[in-house]
């Protein structure tokens, strides 16, 4: 039986769900283009780069611009993006996350957070949670995005455990295969039918607790 040491934690949709303000924030610019952007449209974006998103939205608009153009309008969608996030509290900590945080916390077991947003820190201090992680690998500290194991791995050594010896929450297909790139364990967040090769599925943190970190 594997005796876990770590856990590392995605952000978006595993601790807080800020896919909302992603989404308002492209519709204001499809808007601004002169089209809509629907909720449907906006499922093509999960999991994908803020450039490539971007390039898809534009392609649903069926616009060609040209790469200086393309650049003012993904930072002004972050611009719109984090003046929403700036506005996030505590309350927004998904049901269950915080308690099996301090489980960990009171078992010695560390704490990361392995998220490609650059965005990461200004949100786990809106919501009061900065305190709660060991390490922090964000967009920021990162090249390779999941399923490259990148962050995870960066994770683990920030932490000095091997990745063996961790465990991490996902709610997306590409995160549980960077986890299994990286050689750990992994729990998905979600349906299952969503999300294959993880060591089980769950809907949410509010049945979780430290038992359940037990791998054969």
């Not at 960990?104 to 990461?120: C, D, E, T, V």
Request: a negative charge.
């Amino acid at each position: 039986m594997t005796q876990i040491k770590a856990c590392l934690f995605d952000l978006d949709g595993v601790v807080v769900d800020t896919a909302k303000y992603h989404f308002i924030a492209w519709k204001e610019l499809a808007n601004e283009l002169g089209f809509d952007f629907t909720e449907a449209d906006n499922e093509r974006l999960k999991g994908v780069s803020r450039v490539r998103s971007l390039e898809i939205l534009l392609e649903i608009g069926g616009i060609e611009l040209d790469e200086e153009r393309k650049e003012q309008l993904a930072a002004q969608k972050n611009e719109n993006y984090v003046s929403y996030i700036r506005k996030m509290k505590p309350d927004e900590i998904l049901p269950g996350v915080e308690d099996f945080l301090n489980q960990l916390r009171k078992n010695g077991i560390l704490i990361a957070l392995g998220s490609a947003s650059k965005n990461a820190p200004l949100i786990l201090k809106q919501i009061g949670l900065t305190h709660m992680f060991d390490a922090i690998i964000d967009g920021n500290s990162v090249s390779k995005a999941k399923p490259d194991p990148e962050v995870f791995l960066k994770g683990a050594e920030a932490l000095n455990v091997k990745p063996t010896d961790c465990v991490v929450f996902e709610d997306a297909q590409a995160g549980i295969e960077a986890a299994r790139n990286a050689g750990m364990h992994v729990i998905g967040i979600g349906h299952p039918d969503n999300l294959k090769n993880a060591d089980f599925v769950m809907p949410g943190f509010e049945d979780m607790n430290i038992d359940k970190l037990n791998f054969n």
